[in-house]
């Protein structure tokens, strides 16, 4: 079982090591390609495990695989039998030669990125969903029992879920709208579906309920559940229906719609949007106005499943270019936005902050589940990479850019013992974060 696991990993360590590869080697292309002395190539950081000289360069391999660099010989040229003023030293070019080498890394990146789509796109093709729209799945939260539906385990409180593929059919949902309250109703007997229910650690535990016949105490489909009313739920929006467009927008095949659907709820709370609706063979206009949360985003309370089998659609000729910048636009969209969210909002969000073990093991999963989806996490992962890298913090190449650019203000470089200083700390935090990442991933890999 631990072989098989390790075996799964496999692919997605080699595109970890790969990605670093092809950032270090675009600072190293750069600076040879404009006549650079760089006598390191390095993968990874700490002790050597193994090395090779070139007629110029050493080449690397460390301990600890978080990373790499590309080193210089202007901290000691004379070492290197190189005059201090010799002109293909880093330090004494122009600030746009240097700002090249620097930036080359994550350019490397962001092209491998595009690349790693196009072979996707006309090889094993594009992720996408057999049906247009978004299916709405039941996601309730229980407010009273009967007592036959407590008889059966269920519970005020617990979160009560109806597929609305697999259940389509099988319930409604009555909303009364001069008592406010809305009732679960079965449409056959016995009545099966799942809940979930907080344990000791507040998480929830999913559990089957079964209510057999006759249902409710007159026997006319009522299952004795009532839920709390929710912003889709009063505008008549129920398990089952596909929405097929949202204030305007038609929703398409593409896996994103779901996402494009959340954001724009999401940005109108206390704001009414115009849904179209299919329910059976009948389309049906909507309109619902999301409830403000505790973080001022709009919600309505409902699940968002697609609508139908995933599929792949291969593109091939000029055209794998033009999808393929379609989908690096987007990647590179959802991950700027991503780290903004980090930001803004850091205390919610600190804990999905992923780790080399953490990443790996998405990637052994996707390698177990769907092979073909590794070109999607390379691009993920390099894009990624690139942002990180940009990011104007020490040891970052963001952050010798920042100096080069504070250069260029001042007209001389900042003191040689506060670059250093800066990056030193910077690089002692990156690999505190990077050993703290992996212990805690590590810990969350094992089985409880």
Do not use: C
Not at 168 to 185: H, I, M, Q, W
């Amino acid at each position: 079982m631990a072989l098989s696991g390790f075996l799964s990993a496999l692919p997605a360590i080699a595109v970890l090591a790969i990605l670093i590869v092809v950032h270090e080697l675009g600072h190293f292309m750069a600076a040879r390609l404009q006549g650079i002395y760089a006598n390191k190539f390095s993968i990874g950081f700490g002790p050597v495990l193994w090395k090779y000289q070139g007629p110029e360069t050493e080449y690397a391999l460390r301990a600890f695989p978080l990373g790499g660099f590309v080193g210089f010989p202007d901290d000691d040229p004379e070492a290197s039998n190189i005059d201090p003023n010799d002109p293909n030293l880093l330090r004494n070019r122009p600030i746009l030669d240097r700002a090249i080498v620097i930036s080359a890394g994550v350019i490397a990146n962001l092209i491998f990125a595009y690349l790693v789509l196009v072979v996707q796109v006309g090889t094993v093709g594009v992720q996408q969903v057999s049906q247009p729209g978004i299916l709405i799945d039941g996601f309730f939260k229980v407010s009273e029992v009967s007592p036959q539906a407590a008889q059966a385990g269920v519970q005020p409180g617990d979160s009560l879920f109806i597929d609305g593929d697999k259940d389509r059919g099988k319930f409604d949902v009555v909303y009364n709208p001069a008592t406010n309250s809305a009732e679960l109703v079965a449409t056959t007997s016995p009545a099966q579906f799942q809940i979930g229910q907080k344990d000791e650690s507040g998480k929830l535990k999913p559990k089957t309920i079964t209510l057999n016949s006759p249902i409710g105490a007159d026997g006319k489909g009522q299952t004795g559940i009532a839920i709390a009313p929710t912003p889709a739920l009063k505008a008549g929006l129920k398990p089952g229906d596909v929405v097929l467009s949202l204030n305007g927008h038609t929703f398409g095949q593409s896996i994103r719609e779901i996402q494009i659907f959340q954001n724009t709820i999401r940005e109108s709370a206390d704001t009414p949007v115009a849904m179209k609706v299919q329910r059976g063979s009948e389309v049906l206009p909507l309109t619902i106005t999301p409830a403000a949360n505790a973080d001022n985003e709009g919600t309505i309370g409902v699940g968002l499943s697609p609508n139908g089998e995933f599929q792949r659609q291969r593109v091939g000729g000029f055209a794998a270019f033009s999808v393929a910048a379609e989908e690096f636009q987007n990647i590179v969209v959802d991950t700027v936005d991503g780290f903004g969210k980090l930001i803004s909002r850091f205390s919610k969000v600190a804990d999905q902050v992923a780790g080399p073990v953490a990443i790996v093991a998405v990637g052994a999963k996707i390698a177990q589940s769907d092979a073909a989806s590794l070109f999607q996490f390379a691009a993920l992962i390099s894009i990624n990479l690139a942002i990180i890298n940009i990011l104007p913090l020490p040891a970052l190449d963001g952050g010798h850019l920042a100096f080069l650019l504070i250069e260029g203000v001042r007209g001389k470089p900042l003191p040689t013992k506060i670059q250093d200083g800066v990056m030193q700390t910077g690089l002692m935090l990156l690999l505190g974060l990077g050993i703290f990442l992996i212990i805690r991933d590590t810990a969350n890999l094992i089985p409880q």
